[in-house]
């Protein structure tokens, strides 16, 4: 059968594969367009199988909030570049991505990735990735998903640098009004500037502390080794409060404080005075992308060499 420029446009536009790949697809199983779609399926797959070990450390982290704002969700895609990144396709892929993510049951990736696709229920979350790999060229790999509930209060969210960090903000309040939304914002956007590791004192552990003064203890004693006991103790926990301000979120000097002073903690307690609320930050979520992964060099000129078989 002759293999005409309207079927592999057709193809093409049904599968979002490349038009050579669209026409050898067509080729292989003679115009067939449903065999052509599978052809390409099962190529999208090997495709993705073969790209899996090259390093996905850009992408996007996407937040979902509730229409009544009790229930959000932060998911986190990677791709291999910042270009891939800004690209609608990609866009669009993790914005789905994220809808999953807020209605799935799963305890962890490995559950998400084995769910039903809501957009193809003929697939599972793994096979539409492994699709999208194919349409899109690159390894891809959803990383990582975390869902907020407050049922009393609101969840804030804040998305940094088109994408590169997403924060959500659980809020527990008694009043939502939009001066109280304008603060959780405010708060979520010092999440992502200053990056604490905890929402409190509170959650920050005795082992943490205990092993943080045996450290400081001993740099103490190094720089005053003649102190007394009771002045090396003072030197320790000073040190202790200092660092717990700057990893605790409550405790942050809020960014935008006009004395220099304030903390996140007066100022919450400040808007909340001003609209009659009792105001709780429950917890925070923060995604940022390729945190943690190890990037891998690439030397671009040898691999656009390698790909043209040069």
């Known amino acids: ?158 998305t940094h640098m088109g994408g590169k960090i997403g924060v959500l903000v659980d809020v527990e309040t008694d009043v939502v009004n939009e001066a109280i939304e304008e603060m959780a914002r405010n708060v979520a956007m010092q999440v992502a500037a200053i990056k604490p590791v905890y929402t409190s004192r509170d959650e920050v552990s005795a082992e943490y502390i205990e092993h943080e003064k045996e450290i400081l203890t001993v740099q103490a004693k190094n720089e005053k080794p003649d102190a007394n006991d009771k002045i090396i103790s003072g030197m320790v926990m000073g040190r202790i409060n200092k660092e717990l301000k700057e990893i605790c979120l409550l405790d942050q000097v809020y960014v935008k404080a006009e004395d220099g002073k304030q903390t996140v903690a007066q100022y919450v307690a400040e808007v909340g005075k001003a609209n009659g609320a009792n105001i709780t930050i429950k917890k925070f979520v923060r995604f940022e992308t390729g945190e943690g992964i190890e990037k891998k060099e690439e030397n671009f000129a040898e691999e656009v060499a390698k790909q043209m078989g040069m």
């Open 1 to 158: 059968m002759a293999i005409t420029a309207s079927m592999v446009k057709e193809l093409r536009e049904m599968t979002g594969a490349g038009m050579m790949d669209c026409k050898k697809a067509l080729n292989e199983t003679n115009g067939d367009m449903d065999k052509a779609v599978e052809f390409l399926r099962e190529k999208g797959l090997a495709t993705a199988q073969k790209k899996a070990g090259r390093v996905a450390a850009e992408g996007l982290c996407k937040t979902l909030v509730s229409d009544d704002k009790k229930k959000a969700v932060v998911v986190e895609v990677n791709a291999e570049t910042d270009f891939v990144a800004k690209n609608d396709t990609f866009q669009t892929y993790v914005a789905q991505v994220a809808e999953q993510a807020m209605e799935t049951s799963a305890a962890d990736v490995e559950g998400f990735l084995a769910e039903t696709w809501k957009f193809d229920t003929t697939k599972t979350v793994q096979e539409a990735l492994a699709g999208q790999i194919a349409v899109i060229g690159e390894n891809m790999n959803i990383r990582r998903f975390e869902q907020v509930s407050q049922e009393n209060g609101f969840i804030a969210s804040y």
